[in-house]
C-alpha cells in the first residue's frame, strides 16, 4: 500500500507555471506507474499525464497538456513531478496524484488504486 501527498499548488497568472509535487509513502515507489488528474466544480476527473514505472521515459499526456506538462519521477525521493507552463484559465482545477501497480490502463481513474487528497491550482486571466 502507499500513500500519497500531493504539493505546489497556488494561484498563478495566465502564461505562468507551477510544478506540483507527490510525494509517496512506502518502498516499492518504483513498481508504481503514476499518474496526475484534474477535476473542476461539477466535472467528471480527467487524465493530465503519467508515467510508468518500467522506464522514465514512458510518458502519456492528455491532448489538452501536451507540450505544456512534463510528468517526472525521482525514485529516490519517491516522488513525482507535474511541471506545468504556460498555463491556461482552464486549466484551473483540483489536480489529484495516483498510483497503480497494475496493467490494467494509464488513461481511466478506475486504473488507478491509490489517491492523493489533491492540490488546487488556479489560473487567472
Known amino acids: 500500500q502507499v500513500q500519497l501527498v500531493e504539493s505546489g499548488g497556488g494561484l498563478v497568472q495566465a502564461g505562468g507555471s507551477l510544478r506540483l509535487s507527490c510525494a509517496a509513502s512506502?518502498?516499492?515507489?518504483?513498481?508504481?506507474?503514476m499518474g496526475w488528474f484534474r477535476q473542476a466544480p461539477g466535472k467528471e476527473r480527467e487524465f493530465v499525464a503519467a508515467?510508468?514505472?518500467?522506464?522514465?521515459?514512458?510518458?502519456y499526456y492528455a491532448d489538452s497538456v501536451k507540450g505544456r506538462f512534463t510528468i517526472s519521477r525521482d525514485n529516490r525521493k519517491n516522488t513525482v513531478y507535474l511541471q506545468m507552463n504556460s498555463l491556461k484559465p482552464e486549466d484551473t482545477c483540483v489536480y489529484y496524484c495516483?498510483?497503480?501497480?497494475?496493467?490494467?490502463?494509464?488513461?481511466?481513474?478506475?486504473?488507478?488504486?491509490?489517491w492523493g487528497q489533491g492540490t488546487q491550482v488556479t489560473v487567472s486571466s
Open positions: 495516483a498510483a497503480t501497480q497494475s496493467l490494467r490502463g494509464l488513461y481511466a481513474s478506475k486504473d488507478y488504486d491509490y
Open positions: 512506502g518502498r516499492t515507489f518504483s513498481s508504481y506507474t
Open positions: 508515467i510508468g514505472w518500467w522506464s522514465e521515459s514512458s510518458t
